[in-house]
């Protein structure tokens, strides 16, 4: 399967199954789109270049598929089966340390924090329990993740301190290493979290939305107060501290800020050099749900981040942006890249009173709960059904370009929207692809600046 | 090649074993 496209000056073909990437002139560009319809002969009448161009340019695409890299087809399905059928560990751990919140934010799935129930804080017990759960069931597996959630995780920070050093214990005891990360709306961060955060956290998600008249209208105080300017001068400093590593500011968009490009910048201006701005996951009926018809505007909203972000780069002030980061010489193996996120059977979501969920997402959904963590997994069939939850069990991904980049998509999107985790969401996969495209054409910009700036440096000598 | 230049058990992700 082969992928083209044009963006931004660039000709870009993906051999999907091969992962290879190639970057060509409008000759080859075009010969690749016939070469499986029509002979070179026939190429020659239907196309505009002169008969020698044609022929160099299919002599290239012929080396190319002969070395494995053009026209690869797909022999990973047999593969992928295989693999789903090795024993798995669990790897990380949501803990949902407070189903609590001092925020009212308008598109908040869990309903300001409290995910269907009633207001909760996870103990200490549970958190501890959590842990001995999470090491049980490793295996050999060094690296853990553990993931403080809420919820406003800074509700219950006490707690979170506990089950750290508790796990630092462990740590000796069992060879593990933890990676701990959390996520705050930054109202109630203070110099001690922070500096507690900077030492313990892997990483540190910093919820906000971008310019202030987006975020205050999305987020809200439970009172309905404003929080931008509360928040923004705790982040910065946050961010700082952390000398700009091991973090993000993570905003989310919705219909009603589709120029959310503008919020990206806005944030890059203020000095964040991690960032992420997510689409709003609402259902239908809900206004600031992302609609189909808003989508060539949001497809040109990431045209212009991409552009913008070669600019800066060029400028020597970039920034990173978490979804067009992409690994195209590196990166996971095949069988990772197929075989979806991890949840329900790498990834649990625990709840305050220390129930199990396939991820952070199902939580609240009582059909979905797999277990506790005091007596581990009782419903293993919930569990199986994500396990053989892959990109070949979706019929729309089998035709995807994308499928070795986005690994099949949210098995709770799929959920929400068809209640069947085999299913995909539409918008989503829509803009997951224009992801992907603009990220490869960022990675081709900055290998032509590199060509270029050697090329200078040659003639210079 | 003249035509093509080559930029190459999610896309973001470095296998912990490398």
Request: net charge negative; proline share 3%.
């Amino acid at each position: 399967m082969v992928h083209q496209y044009k963006n931004n000056g660039y000709n870009i073909v993906m051999d999907v199954c091969s992962g290879a990437i190639h970057v060509v002139d409008d000759v080859t560009y075009d010969v690749i789109a016939l070469f499986e319809k029509c002979d070179l002969e026939d190429m020659k009448t239907k196309l505009t270049y002169t008969p020698a161009e044609i022929e160099e340019a299919y002599g290239e695409v012929e080396e190319l598929k002969k070395e494995g890299l053009l026209f690869t087809e797909d022999n990973y399905e047999d593969y992928i089966q295989e693999v789903k059928e090795r024993k798995t560990v669990v790897k990380a751990l949501c803990l949902h340390i407070a189903h609590d919140c001092n925020l009212a934010c308008r598109y908040c799935f869990a309903g300001e924090g409290e995910y269907k129930g009633d207001r909760s804080l996870m103990s200490e017990e549970v958190g501890k329990a959590a842990l001995d759960f999470l090491v049980a069931n490793s295996g050999n597996r060094h690296n853990l993740e553990v993931d403080f959630f809420g919820g406003e995780p800074t509700l219950n920070f006490g707690v979170v301190r506990k089950i750290v050093e508790y796990g630092r214990e462990l740590e000796k005891m069992h060879d593990k290493h933890f990676r701990f990360t959390f996520t705050t709306n930054g109202l109630l961060v203070n110099d001690e979290i922070m500096e507690f955060s900077n030492r313990e956290m892997d990483n540190v998600v910093m919820s906000i939305d971008g310019r202030k008249e987006v975020h205050d209208r999305m987020r809200p105080t439970r009172g309905g107060k404003n929080s931008y300017d509360v928040i923004l001068p705790k982040f910065l400093r946050f961010a700082q501290s952390r000398n700009h590593q091991r973090y993000y500011a993570r905003g989310t968009f919705t219909r009603e800020n589709l120029d959310f490009s503008q919020d990206v910048i806005h944030l890059a201006d203020l000095g964040f050099k991690q960032i992420s701005m997510e689409p709003v996951v609402g259902l239908p009926e809900e206004p600031y749900s992302i609609r189909e018809e808003d989508l060539p505007q949001i497809f040109h909203e990431y045209d212009l981040l991409a552009r913008e972000l070669i600019r800066r780069n060029r400028e020597g002030r970039p920034f990173q942006f978490f979804h067009f980061m992409i690994d195209l010489t590196g990166g996971p193996c095949v069988a990772k890249r197929l075989s979806g996120c991890g949840s329900g059977t790498e990834y649990l979501a625990v709840t305050p009173w220390g129930d199990l969920y396939p991820c952070h997402q199902f939580v609240g959904e009582d059909e979905f709960k797999v277990g506790d963590v005091f007596h581990g997994i009782n419903k293993p069939e919930i569990c199986d059904e994500f396990r053989n939850c892959n990109v070949y069990t979706k019929e729309k991904c089998k035709e995807c370009f994308a499928r070795f980049y986005c690994s099949g998509g949210c098995a709770a999107n799929a959920w929400k929207f068809h209640g069947n985790i085999n299913e995909t969401y539409d918008l989503s996969c829509q803009m997951e692809r224009k992801r992907v495209e603009c990220a490869i054409m960022i990675k081709a910009a900055m290998a032509e600046e590199r060509e270029n700036m050697n090329n200078g440096e040659e003639t210079q000598q | 090649m003249k035509h093509v230049k080559t930029l190459t058990g999610v896309g973001n992700q470095t296998c912990e074993n490398e």
